[in-house]
T-cell receptor, first 115, second 115 residues
Framework: DAKTTQPPSMDCAEGRAANLPCNHS???????VYWYRQIHSQGPQYIIH???NNETNEMASLIITEDRKSSTLILPHATLRDTAVYYC????????????????FGKGTKLSVKP | EAQVTQNPRYLITVTGKKLTVTCSQN?????MSWYRQDPGLGLRQIYY???????DKGDVPEGYKVSRKEKRNFPLILESPSPNQTSLYFC??????????????FGPGTRLLVL
């Protein structure tokens, strides 16, 4: 089972920031938080990942709480093309050779960006 | 261009007729994986492979086979397809070792209909 909890859907106005929350209260010390998105039946696309510090790249920012039990993905200026299902996933960072590194997708959050 | 390719992209077949969906990546990745996606159930892992000649079951392996004879290819085989295998299938790859925390790259998907 997925180790994360996300709201099933959210709306955001075009040009505004989209803030997508994720709860991962059972996260372990060696697990990273990953965010992927899937635009209507296309293959999932990597967005960002982090361990405990806030991260930013050209697509988004990731804010992780100090206790690491929750995080927020921020799309600073949402566009219509950001309409997608966003998945928050926790996963080990080190390859132990087993299945711990497999991505386990939950239901995600369906973000609808409206004009 | 770094990519994961799948063929065919669309396939309609009949119950019991063996089929193979091919997956190929040009990034020299060790790890490859197959997922299926169904409405309301999200993405579920079928099989994965840590390297050549090393494969293991995911969450929903029944009715599927895989092989990993070469690093770049990871075909998905349905020996006797049934209607409950009608789904959208994704192949993915990623590097192992110290880069394991990096992103998984997904293919464009194969939509399969079994009559």
């Amino acid at each position: 089972d997925a180790k994360t909890t996300q709201p099933p859907s959210m709306d955001c106005a075009e040009g505004r920031a989209a803030n997508l929350p994720c709860n991962h209260s059972t996260i372990s010390g060696n697990e990273y938080v990953y965010w992927y998105r899937q635009i209507h039946s296309q293959g999932p696309q990597y967005i960002i990942h982090g361990l405990k510090n806030n991260e930013t790249n050209e697509m988004a920012s990731l804010i992780i709480t100090e206790d690491r039990k929750s995080s927020t993905l921020i799309l600073p200026h949402a566009t219509l093309r950001d309409t997608a299902v966003y998945y928050c996933i926790v996963r080990v960072a080190v390859d132990y050779g087993g299945s711990q590194g497999n991505l386990i997708f939950g239901k995600g959050t369906k973000l609808s960006v409206k004009p | 261009e770094a990519q994961v390719t799948q063929n065919p992209r669309y396939l309609i077949t009949v119950t019991g007729k063996k089929l193979t969906v091919t997956c190929s990546q040009n990034m020299n990745h060790e790890y490859m994986s197959w997922y299926r996606q169904d409405p309301g159930l999200g993405l579920r892992q079928i099989y994965y492979s840590m390297n050549v000649e090393v494969t293991d079951k995911g969450d929903v392996p029944e009715g599927y086979k895989v092989s990993r004879k070469e690093k770049r290819n990871f075909p998905l085989i349905l020996e006797s397809p049934s209607p409950n295998q009608t789904s959208l299938y994704f192949c993915a790859s990623s590097p192992r070792g110290t880069k394991f925390q990096e992103t998984q790259y997904f293919g464009p998907g194969t939509r399969l209909l079994v009559l």
